[in-house]
């Protein structure tokens, strides 16, 4: 049975939860609501910190808070549900220690979210929308403008070859997020300016597809036949690299 970790959104973690239904599979971790470059500055390089449970525990007791902007910041915790999102174990971090088989990833994060800072920036930020933060939100700063769809495909870059020397084995695919429907004309942009100018050596990059309005659920989440799509895009990929890699060798045999 393959072993699965997932990196990005609902994206990400739905299409390897279609994969498990389908083709047999367990997933041992998910990161969610961490941005590429937040989480690479935190976890990978350690340039920079997490904010500290001091600041956030008013965030966290505030009862004006809304539920969902608890379980993003927790999300971004390590000594929170990092990498385990829906209580998914050992979880990413953990999982990454010992081999897996798949890993799935997109840009979700990075078309849309920007980070919230706290102390003149001394933590790393963390995404978080103000508008969940009940009277807490006067303690945050916000970005004044989306991330840099350079600086992305940099972070990008970094990250995916810090998971390829985790994971020599593993196949790592990327996926687009579909976001062409998109009611604002800024992400509808970034979406496909990013899509159209980033390419991989490390991972395998799924093209951005135009998701049917009928497979819509929401602006960003999509009836499970979507998801089916890209576990199978994901299996028929993994099926030619393996029959790619047989029939080298079968060249290789016939030139000795």
């Known amino acids: 049975m393959q072993k699965i970790i997932t990196f990005g959104s609902c994206m990400s973690r739905y299409t390897a939860n279609a994969y498990r239904r389908l083709f047999g599979a367990e997933l041992l971790g ?7 470059d937040r989480f690479y500055n935190i976890y990978v390089e350690r340039s920079k910190k997490e904010v500290s449970p001091q600041v956030l525990r008013p965030i966290l007791s505030d009862p004006n808070a809304l539920p969902v902007a608890r ?4 999300n971004q915790l390590s000594d929170g549900t990092l990498g385990k999102h829906a209580g998914v174990k050992p979880g990413f971090l953990s999982a990454l220690e010992q081999p897996v088989d798949l890993i799935i990833c997109d840009n979700f994060c990075e078309l849309i979210a920007r980070l919230q ?3 003149d920036q001394k933590y790393a930020g963390m995404w978080i929308n103000q508008k969940d933060l009940g009277e807490a939100r006067s303690a945050f700063a916000l970005e004044p403008q989306l991330l840099d769809l350079e600086t992305a495909r940099e972070y990008w870059f970094r990250f995916s070859t810090w998971l390829r020397s985790k994971q020599p084995a593993a196949s790592i695919v990327f996926v687009n ?3 062409e429907h998109h009611p604002k004309t800024q992400i509808v942009e970034r979406c496909r300016a990013f899509a159209e100018s980033f390419a991989s050596e490390t991972m395998h990059v799924v093209p951005l597809m135009k998701v049917p309005p009928v497979l819509l659920k929401t602006t960003s989440h ?6 089916a799509m890209y576990a199978g895009y994901i299996r028929d990929l993994q099926g030619f690299r393996r029959k790619h890699a047989e029939d080298n060798e079968a060249d290789d045999l016939l030139l000795r």
């Open 222 to 227: 999509f009836s499970h036949l979507q998801y």
């Open 71 to 74: 379980i993003m910041i927790e």
């Open 117 to 119: 800072f706290v102390e």
């Open 30 to 36: 998910s990161v969610y609501h961490n941005r590429v």
């Open 177 to 179: 997020f579909p976001y």
